[in-house]
């Protein structure tokens, strides 16, 4: 067959293949030109494909060292950063809750206490089924499955599916071993006593900390030290069994101890609800001091709560009113106002007065209970009939400046102290400011407002000789080596001698004897001391008194020839102007009794004195 020739230069020559059997791949063979190599195009000589070769080849080389190099660096040099930065990623922080410490009373009986639980939490993003994950855990959690479908699909990492899960059941989710459901702890905070107590022990909120009462005052020593817990999780969010597992333990709150009697509580709270129940009494407080110790032994008020339940409980009623709620006493005053009078030698109980029915007070005329001609009192008949004129005119003969000094050091106008949040100090002015009628009312118990506690310690400071100790209610808080710590002396004051201290319980027994106005606060078996009070109550709405109804009071202690307690009750009756003695008399002699009884308090050896109460001025 006939070939092309081309000259030099002029690039291979193709040739026809005489068959396929000769070599060929096909009916035409691409042929090299004598004296030349093919690699990779036609036309190129041997050096220029040579030296194509060698720079692929320095290419290659090249490509290689960077890869090596980069594995040098990421598993020489930076191996151990990236190795961290991985296992840091499998790593979880979880918080230890510290165990809350308890509330306890005198007795150490537990008032409030915590228990372990748990916070059902997941992440969205590693749950691998939402529905099937909620199936499973519906009957566990008790919550349907469509509300854990949708939390278990929603947006974001951390979601809540249950709180506050006992043990048993958390156990239980456990073992599923869902993948993106966690386990945080949640304790629950117990009232075992239920309202009992509640005012007092008060409530810690959703997120564990204390908001009422002793919850509140003490929430430092309460609380503890949270601790956390660090985990290596693999892909589903769970431990792996042989990762890291390192724990800072939590330390738990110290227990804090009451001088409340839990019983006595009891019987306290339950005839204060039957005061409430009569239908014109809308709240009924009483307080129970030692006398000797200035301890709470009970405090209550109706209507209380439980504090295991203060989310459904109105507001207004999460409070502690023997602390911070004032009232004007009335009468139940009219202690301190002699007590001046006797400790500045004005008065004795003997002292005979002519008494009128009513009296000037600037440009008012004040009246005992019923206007009446004048009546030789003795300064004991005074107190016994609770004569308003005969008290204004012994206050006038101490003077204002005394008087208001006498009730300050009684603690009128001044906190007590006690362990207790949201304390007022009640209302009173300074004399300097009080007007005629101002000051015959404060002498009265009107114009001046107190709490229930501030009232009760007044009387202990008489039953005590003269000496006031600031009220307490925290026993001890148990010290970082187990041990309960007794919290403090408390201040003491002497608020007038020995000898008026003794006049006075002496004056004060003849309220509750013949002719008195409390005959109903006697208690079979022991001499009883204290006042009544019967005090108009202000009416925001017209910023005056008409409306308002009354408060009735009764303070007292007893065994009047040995005090071992004081009661202050004070009962709010819009509707009905019952006097003290009627009403707050019985509750008063009520607990008394309860509280004597409960201490096997010996009944009192003496009868008790023949009073004088009128004779001849």
């Known amino acids: 067959m006939p070939s092309s020739v081309r000259g030099p230069g002029a690039g291979p020559r193709t040739v026809r293949a005489s068959s396929p059997g000769r070599g060929g791949t096909g009916p035409f063979v691409s042929r090299r030109a004598p004296g030349t190599r093919r690699s990779g195009g036609a036309g190129?000589?041997?050096?220029?494909?040579?030296?194509?070769?060698?720079?692929?080849?320095?290419?290659?080389?090249?490509?290689?060292?960077?890869?090596?190099?980069?594995l040098v660096v990421l598993q020489g040099i930076d191996g151990a950063a990236y190795a961290s930065a991985a296992e840091q990623d499998r790593l979880r922080t979880y918080p230890i809750a510290a165990l809350r410490g308890q509330v306890l009373d005198r007795d150490g009986n537990p008032l409030a206490y915590t228990v372990d639980a748990s916070r059902v939490v997941a992440d969205p993003?590693?749950?691998?089924?939402?529905?099937?994950?909620?199936?499973?855990?519906?009957?566990?959690?008790?919550v349907p499955v469509p509300e854990l479908t949708e939390k278990l699909s929603a947006d974001g990492r951390y979601v809540v599916l249950a709180a506050q899960v006992a043990p048993e059941t958390t156990n239980a989710i456990d073992e599923l071993g869902l993948a993106g459901v966690f386990l945080e702890d949640d304790p629950v905070r117990l009232y075992p006593a239920g309202s009992v107590g509640g005012q007092v022990v008060g409530f810690v909120g959703r997120e564990g900390a204390g908001l009422a009462g002793i919850e509140q005052t003490f929430e430092d020593q309460l609380s503890g030290t949270p601790g956390q817990r660090t985990v290596e999780v693999g892909s589903g969010g769970h431990p792996i069994p042989s990762g890291i597992d390192e724990a800072t333990p939590a330390t738990d709150g110290r227990d804090v101890?009451?001088?409340?009697?839990?019983?006595?509580?009891?019987?306290?709270?339950?005839?204060?609800?039957?005061?409430?129940?009569?239908?014109?009494?809308?709240?009924?407080?009483?307080?129970?001091?030692?006398?000797?110790?200035?301890?709470?032994?009970?405090?209550?008020?109706?209507?209380?709560?439980?504090?295991?339940?203060?989310?459904?409980?109105?507001?207004?009623?999460?409070?502690?009113?023997?602390?911070?709620?004032?009232?004007?006493p009335g009468s139940v005053l009219k202690a301190v106002t002699l007590a001046a009078a006797v400790e500045e030698g004005v008065a004795t109980p003997d002292r005979v007065l002519s008494v009128n029915g009513h009296i000037e007070a600037g440009d008012r005329v004040v009246t005992d209970a019923h206007d009446h001609a004048p009546v030789d009192w003795t300064v004991t008949g005074i107190l016994a009939k609770s004569s308003n004129v005969g008290t204004i005119m012994l206050a006038r003969e101490v003077g204002d400046a005394k008087l208001e000094e006498y009730m300050r050091a009684f603690g009128i106008g001044e906190k007590t102290g006690i362990e207790l949040p949201g304390e007022s100090r009640g209302i009173l002015q300074d004399s300097a400011e009080w007007s005629g009628v101002r000051a015959a009312n404060v002498a009265i118990g009107q114009g001046v407002s107190v709490t229930t506690l501030q009232m009760a310690s007044v009387y202990q400071a008489i039953a005590n000789d003269g000496v006031r100790i600031e009220p307490r209610i925290v026993q001890s808080v148990t010290g970082a080596d187990g041990r309960p710590e007794p919290t403090a002396e408390p201040a003491r004051t002497r608020v007038v001698s020995e000898s008026t201290a003794e006049q006075m319980a002496y004056m004060l027994e003849a309220v509750v004897g013949k002719g008195g106005t409390a005959p109903l606060a006697q208690?079979?078996?022991?001499?009883?001391?204290?006042?009544?009070?019967?005090?108009?109550?202000?009416?925001?709405?017209?910023?005056?008194?008409?409306?308002?109804?009354?408060?009735?009071?009764?303070?007292?202690?007893?065994?009047?020839?040995?005090?071992?307690?004081?009661?202050?009750?004070?009962?709010?009756?819009?509707?009905s102007s019952a006097e003290?003695?009627?009403?707050?008399?019985?509750?008063?002699?009520?607990?008394?009794?309860?509280?004597?009884?409960?201490?096997?308090v010996v009944p009192s050896g003496t009868p008790r004195p023949e009073f004088e109460l009128t004779g001849t001025a």
Do not use: H
Not at 125 to 142: E, F, H, N, S, Y
Not at 544 to 561: E, H, I, K, M, S
């Open 44 to 70: 190129l000589s041997v050096d220029q494909r040579g030296r194509r070769n060698r720079w692929g080849l320095v290419v290659l080389i090249s490509l290689l060292l960077l890869v090596v190099g980069r």
């Open 257 to 328: 101890t009451l001088t409340l009697d839990q019983d006595l509580q009891f019987v306290t709270e339950q005839r204060l609800a039957e005061a409430c129940a009569d239908g014109a009494t809308t709240r009924a407080s009483a307080v129970v001091l030692e006398v000797a110790t200035g301890r709470v032994a009970a405090m209550g008020s109706c209507p209380g709560y439980d504090p295991g339940k203060y989310s459904e409980t109105d507001p207004d009623r999460l409070g502690n009113p023997l602390v911070s709620d004032v009232f004007e």
């Open 523 to 575: 208690i079979e078996g022991f001499r009883v001391a204290g006042k009544t009070g019967t005090a108009q109550r202000a009416n925001p709405e017209c910023n005056c008194y008409a409306g308002g109804g009354y408060v009735t009071t009764f303070a007292g202690f007893a065994p009047a020839d040995d005090p071992q307690y004081v009661v202050a009750v004070d009962l709010e009756r819009p509707t």
């Open 125 to 142: 993003t590693v749950v691998r089924d939402p529905a099937r994950t909620a199936l499973a855990l519906t009957t566990l959690l008790d």
């Open 580 to 600: 003290g003695g009627q009403v707050a008399a019985p509750v008063f002699a009520e607990v008394m009794r309860a509280a004597l009884t409960a201490d096997d």
